[in-house]
């Protein structure tokens, strides 16, 4: 079993920038590629970001490539998103997953574990 807790959701102005972390515990981190989606009201969950068990290799949604970065520090057993100049459409529940495999996915049903979720609100 691998736990996630998201945390580092917050309100922001449109144009500012937050930093999600997403803490796991549980077997060797490093086993375990990470990836990031998000769920807006109505909506269904999309990815958004996604790093290998090596930190090596990355992917990212078109929506996002260029503004948000995702990284993991394995000896902390940690994955980042930062997300620099901030969308109101980039408004919903940011969620952490882990997948059992090394490499990069991007579909929902690849991952094996999830986070609880945290709330990003960017003000227009």
């Known amino acids: 079993q691998v736990q996630l807790v998201e945390s580092g959701g917050g309100l922001v102005q449109a144009g500012g920038s937050l930093r999600l972390s997403c803490a796991a515990s549980?077997?060797?981190?490093?086993?375990?590629?990470m990836g990031w989606f998000r769920q807006a009201p109505g909506k269904e969950r999309e990815f958004v970001a996604s790093?290998?068990?090596?930190?090596?290799?990355?992917y990212y949604a078109d929506s996002v490539k260029g503004r948000f970065l995702i990284s993991r520090d394995n000896a902390k057993n940690t994955v980042y998103l930062q997300m620099n100049s901030l969308k109101p459409e980039d408004t919903a529940v940011y969620y952490c997953?882990?997948?059992?495999?090394?490499?990069?996915?991007?579909?929902?049903?690849?991952?094996?574990?999830w986070g609880q979720g945290t709330q990003v609100t960017v003000s227009s």
């Open positions: 997953a882990a997948r059992s495999r090394r490499s990069v996915g991007d579909r929902p049903d690849e991952y094996d574990y």
């Open positions: 549980g077997r060797t981190f490093s086993n375990y590629a």
């Open positions: 790093i290998s068990g090596s930190g090596g290799s990355t």
